[in-house]
């Protein structure tokens, strides 16, 4: 089952620009994760904010989180060639060993 | 080097067969899991253990077998039931220690039907 659902599914931007694809989700969560995938790659973690956190920083990317709209957005600032991979959204909601993946934004910055 | 390793790479499987895939990881984590990723999609959980010797079924189990006899060890077994096969195939791993949320993904084995 999917719990997050990504937005947009795909995003293409300048290098230099910054990036924001959001994350809504169906059921209560402890926490909300987001991942990075290059293409043909094993995911690698970005970011972890509590349900009770509405906001952390993490170098260039911002995560907020709204659990009243049960929704987070990752925001990538100054976004860079290198950035260019596809980018999940994961919760906890069954329990604290699974994670339920969203379908991905895929960003592509160009040069 | 602390990680976690998936071979083959790629993996290439007439229909009719079973074929197995292995993961191991260094990271000292108790639990361990496996993913499929099909073309444009998300992760859908097929099996996951939290400890040696016990091991559940995720939201895709049909077709598939696992095992847990080590700690380091989680592989995966794509028998011939599975009617689609062909998949991009994530392992992952975890500490199952309070506070520890984030999984730690192998590179990855790409299965083919031919």
């Known amino acids: 089952s999917q719990q997050g659902e990504e937005d947009p599914q795909a995003l293409s931007i300048q290098e230099g620009e910054n990036a924001t694809m959001n994350c809504s989700y169906k059921?209560?969560?402890?926490?909300l994760q987001w991942y990075r995938q290059n293409s043909g790659r094993g995911l690698v973690h970005l970011i972890l904010?509590?349900?009770?956190?509405r906001e952390k920083h993490s170098g260039r990317l911002r995560v907020t989180l709204d659990t009243s709209k049960k929704s987070s957005s990752l925001l990538i600032t100054a976004s860079r060639a290198a950035d260019t991979a596809s980018y999940f959204c994961?919760?906890?909601?069954?329990?604290?060993?699974?994670?339920?993946f969203g379908s991905g934004t895929r960003l592509l910055v160009r040069p | 080097d602390g990680g976690i390793t998936q071979s083959p790479k790629y993996l290439f499987r007439k229909e009719g067969q079973n074929v197995t895939l292995s993961c191991e990881q260094n990271?000292?984590?108790?639990?361990m899991y496996w993913y499929r990723q099909d073309p444009g999609q998300g992760l859908r959980l097929i099996y996951y253990s939290q400890i040696v010797n016990d091991f559940q079924k995720g939201d895709i189990a049909e077709g598939y077998s696992v095992s847990r006899e080590k700690k380091e060890s989680f592989p995966l077994t794509v028998t011939s039931a599975q009617k689609n096969p062909t998949a991009f195939y994530l392992c992952?791993?975890?500490?199952?220690?309070?506070?520890?949320?984030?999984?730690?993904f192998g590179p990855g084995t790409r299965l083919t039907v031919l």
């Open positions: 992952a791993s975890k500490s199952t220690g309070t506070g520890y949320n984030e999984q730690f």
């Open positions: 994961a919760t906890d909601a069954d329990s604290s060993y699974k994670l339920i």
């Open positions: 904010i509590r349900s009770n956190e």
């Open positions: 990271l000292n984590h108790d639990a």
């Open positions: 059921t209560s969560i402890n926490n």
